[in-house]
């Protein structure tokens, strides 16, 4: 399931090394931040089938969030591989820029800033995409992160914060005049929440303005899309968030077409069995007995999803209340379904 590397005069550009301020990523395939989703585990899941890089979940910068368990487990980055990007949100620079410096401290060797998240608590606290509505804090936000830290900083965001007000033409220059090295950019605003189609026409735009790397984001879901999406806005990497769950081998699918312009089969029932199995084994591993097997339901739903009679094996699965009696659940329906 593995990406067989080429030759790079004979790979594709998304396949190409892509440098943030000196440091290496292997490739143009980056995982997009996810709360709830991107955690350890499915970082080094992604990155083994071939993703470049993959940002944290997101941390928000408050020291008195930091001890919590929840927090504790976003920020351990145990066995990934390099370069490690933590994701934090806050809306005073002090705090993230505090934020920042524990990061760095913790092993990060990317900090990434969300100006991105549209939850309502989050915004609430006018953090996240809310932000976009103040560019005059969002510069000074970015300055005191950059200021704070010797690592790259780097920068999610969207459209802007409401459909008719979108300013990201002004937030990429300021980032980009604050020192931030690379911005990933949602094809959305707030309001649009994950709703409509995403729209790439600015994100051209600030790729023509702009020296730094411009990551795309928003609606890359199959090969295809991710190779129209990359000549359409002319951008230096693609970012592929929900459509990964459930599909961590997107990101060699989308190495394969892009270096053949065939599609690859998909995994066999088999080869899933032994993916979703390998998976719920690090979740285990990684969170213990109880958060483990609630956080790997989701997972499994994903999976499993379009599988024959996998609403009935979902609906008996959410009844497993041990990891042992989980683990055998899906063993045997994968088993049954091949």
Not at 58 to 70: F, G, Q
Not at 212 to 218: A, M, R, S
Request: glycine share 6%; aromatic share 8%; net charge positive.
């Amino acid at each position: 399931m593995m990406i067989t590397q080429k030759p790079i005069e004979n790979q594709h550009p998304l396949l190409h090394p892509l440098y943030i301020r000196g440091l290496e990523i292997k490739n143009r395939l980056f995982v997009a931040p996810m709360a709830g989703v991107t955690d350890n585990p499915f970082r080094r899941l992604c990155k083994s089938f071939g993703a470049g890089h993959a940002v944290s979940e997101m941390i928000i910068a408050d020291t008195a969030l930091y001890a919590r368990k929840k927090s504790l487990y976003r920020a351990n980055f145990d066995g990934e591989i390099a370069p490690i990007s933590a994701q934090i949100a806050g809306a005073e620079p002090d705090k993230l820029a505090e934020a920042a410096r524990f990061q760095v401290a913790n092993g990060a060797q990317i900090v990434d800033i969300n100006m991105g998240c549209p939850a309502k608590k989050v915004c609430k606290k006018l953090a996240g995409s809310a932000l976009l509505q103040d560019a005059d804090l969002v510069k000074r936000l970015l300055e005191t992160a950059v200021d704070a830290v010797d690592v790259p900083v780097t920068l999610k965001t969207r459209l802007g914060f409401a459909n008719g007000q979108e300013n990201i033409l002004q937030i990429a220059k300021i980032a980009e005049e604050a020192g931030v090295a690379a911005i990933a950019i949602h094809g959305r605003t707030r309001e649009d929440f994950y709703t409509g189609q995403a729209r790439y026409e600015l994100i051209k735009e600030v790729k023509n303005n702009l020296k730094i790397p411009v990551i795309v984001n928003g609606d890359i879901d199959s090969p295809k899309k991710a190779l129209d999406v990359w000549r359409q806005t002319g951008a230096d990497a693609v970012m592929i968030g929900r459509a990964a769950q459930g599909r961590p081998w997107l990101f060699r699918d989308i190495a394969h077409f892009a270096n053949t312009g065939e599609m690859p089969a998909p995994p066999s029932v088999e080869q899933l069995r032994q993916i979703v199995l390998s998976h719920l084994e690090e979740l285990y591993r990684f969170y213990g007995e109880y958060s483990g097997c609630r956080i790997a339901r989701k997972h499994i739903a994903w999976y499993t999803g379009g599988l024959a009679n996998s609403n009935a094996f979902r609906e008996a699965m959410y009844a497993c209340e041990t990891t042992a009696e989980q683990f055998k659940a899906v063993d045997l329906f994968l088993k049954s379904t091949a």
